[in-house]
């Protein structure tokens, strides 16, 4: 079916123009959705994914016309995106649940002195403050090397960088944490006996 049959039948009958657009495509968009969430989510979340892009399709079928482009390049782009933003959901959820069990193992590990508890529990918690403000993808890298002990192979694989890319990152990233650190701290080296 051609980019224009397919727009005359979403005109005619919008449920066959459906059915014919997800027969056609959907093995290409379960594709650009698995590339991008392979590493990160579920087969459910992916299988979500693919129906959110033709959901945003759906929505929006005014905004294609045969001569804006091609029907399969308006949908790879739809599916990236889409993609894209499952992807920052998801690994969102997963850098916030590791920062709630990084806090409750704080409460338990707590001493006798609470002066200290609590002087403690300041400077990691500045620490993630640092660590979260870093951006992406230095923030995952960081969290992934130091909080998951994972090597630069599988951090890259993940991410989708390479090893040197993503040893490269780490080692700028601790350079901005130890200049900012230690700008809180107001002595080099006090900072980052971590």
């Keep these: ?27 290409l968009v379960y594709a650009i959705v698995l590339n991008k969430l392979k590493n990160c989510a579920s087969r459910e979340d992916i299988e979500d994914c693919v129906s959110d892009v033709f959901v945003e399709i759906f929505r929006n079928t005014e905004k294609y016309t045969p001569q804006s482009g091609t029907l399969k390049g308006y949908l790879s ?48 918690q500045r620490l993630w403050d640092v660590i979260k403000g ?27 960088m390479t090893a040197d890319a993503v040893q490269k990152r780490s080692v700028r990233a601790r350079a901005r944490m130890k200049k900012i650190l230690e700008a809180d701290y107001g002595r080099k080296g006090e900072c980052c006996e971590y």
């Design 77 to 124: 782009t739809i599916a990236k995106r889409t993609a894209v933003d499952a992807w920052r959901k998801l690994t969102y959820r997963q850098n916030a649940t590791s920062y709630l069990e990084e806090d409750e193992g704080l409460i338990l590990i707590a001493d006798d002195d609470p002066e200290e508890t609590v002087s403690g529990k300041m400077q990691k």
């Design 134 to 160: 870093l951006g992406e993808p230095d923030t995952s890298i960081i969290i992934r090397q130091y909080f998951y002990e994972q090597t630069a192979k599988e951090i890259g694989k993940a991410l989708s």
């Design 1 to 27: 079916m051609t980019d224009a049959q397919w727009y005359e039948l979403m005109q005619t009958d919008p449920k066959k123009g459906r059915r014919a657009l997800i027969d056609q495509y959907s093995n």
